[in-house]
């Protein structure tokens, strides 16, 4: 167990802006930024999972399934901000940092910390009211059996949100090398797992044609590559550990062209598989 002296605080104290604060995100500037730094797996989860939850309906006491929580952020916002039940699902972050954080923040009454890997989930089917995962679907959700299986766990009638890391144009046959150069770190943003990128048409297409869902949203978020820029920027000035390196370079020349988040909601409807 690592010593509370190393530990930022979870929540900001109130008094003037700080290093991630956004006038688009107000639930997320109630966050420490350094907790949101330290704890980074991706572009800012707090950002996304408010962007995200922004579409949903969720209430209090909803059991809620977040997919690919990484270090569980998400489910801690979820839980505080909506007062749900969350049952924190990853498959790379074990389940028991995951609860330490859970009940440092609080929330552990409420957060379930849950290691499980997507096609081998542990759960009831028609347990769930909500499915919610931030930048992780894409590592699994773009095989086309995929949803067929995973809706299940939802009730009928119950929502489904996704958010991940998409495009406003489909990749060109030649990615452009501002993404595949080094960056000025050294480090080089594109990696082939990137072809899991899909536009809003690419995922409109595929979660439309499913019987047992009913599709209310399938769109890339207008300005989601300036957001992520946004993210990268203030990441690069963070002085403290980083789990990995900022993007920016990258993202910042892309310039909202290609990179962006697709927002994907639906509800289980009541057609039998
Ligand atoms: C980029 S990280 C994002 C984590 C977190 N949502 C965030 O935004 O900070 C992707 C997460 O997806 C999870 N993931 C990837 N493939 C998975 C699989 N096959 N089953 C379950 N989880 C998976 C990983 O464990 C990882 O934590």
Known sequence: MSSQANKPPLYWDGTGQHALYHPQFPRSNRYHPEWVFRNQMGPNVLWLAELLADSLDLQPGMRVLDMGCGRGLSSIFLAREFGVQVWANDLWVSPTENHERFQEAGVSEQVF???????????????????????????????????????????????????????????????????????????????????????????????????????????????????????ERRFRAYPGDKLFPDDLDAIAADQNRYLTFIQLIGRRSDSTF
């Open 113 to 231: 910390p849950i290691h499980a890997e997507a096609h081998v989930l542990p759960y009831a089917e028609d347990f769930f009211d909500a499915i919610f995962s931030v930048d992780a679907y894409h590592y699994f959700g773009t095989d086309q059996m995929y949803l067929g299986y995973f809706v299940r766990f939802l009730k009928v009638g119950g929502q489904l949100g996704v958010l991940v890391p998409g495009l406003h144009q489909p990749w060109p046959r030649t990615i452009p090398a501002y993404l595949t150069e080094p960056q000025g770190h050294g480090e080089t943003f594109w990696a082939w797992d990137m072809a899991t990128f899909k536009t809003a048409a690419w995922w409109d297409e595929l979660w439309s044609q499913y019987p047992f869902l009913r599709l209310e949203k399938a769109a890339a978020v207008a300005d989601g590559g300036h957001i992520w820029a946004e993210w």
